[in-house]
């Protein structure tokens, strides 16, 4: 049942279309943008960040700006993220329920194998059960 689950594409997929947003929102205010527009694109896009992926963000983009600089950014940032951060990180989260884990893509598996049953042999069996009766 595998072959109908592909998690590399969920992973892959997903988290790299967030993480580019994600940085060219983080360097909006950087190019002059207003903070306004910004927040409206974060909302319309993202929603929500962790404080995993905000101290990334900030561990990437602050090579090579200044100390005072940094400081505003970072101000506007929070500004930017001010009620939209997860209080639940992505790391709190067991690791069998994120895709790519062995028991998360067993579960996968079972639900597509109930579908199988409840959609096709449940067909059979209804009908072997008519025919008997007859």
């Not at 998690?7 to 190019?31: A, S």
């Not at 639900?111 to 449940?122: D, R």
Request: glycine fraction near 4%.
């Amino acid at each position: 049942m595998s072959e109908f689950i592909n998690n590399r594409e969920q992973l892959t997929t997903k988290n790299t279309d967030r993480i580019t947003i994600l940085k060219q929102i983080f360097q909006d205010p950087h190019n002059g943008r207003n903070l306004d527009v910004v927040k409206a694109h974060f909302d319309a896009f993202i929603g929500k960040i962790t404080v995993d992926e905000i101290s990334q963000l900030q561990h990437d983009f602050g090579e090579g700006i200044s100390t005072a600089e940094l400081q505003r950014l970072y101000s506007q940032h929070s500004a930017l993220f001010n009620g939209s951060i997860e209080k639940e990180s992505y790391k709190t989260i067991r690791p069998e329920d994120q895709p790519g884990h062995p028991i998360h893509t067993f579960k996968l598996e079972n639900q597509e194998i109930e579908k199988l049953l409840k959609t096709k042999i449940q067909i059979h069996l209804w009908q072997k059960v008519f025919l008997d009766s007859l």
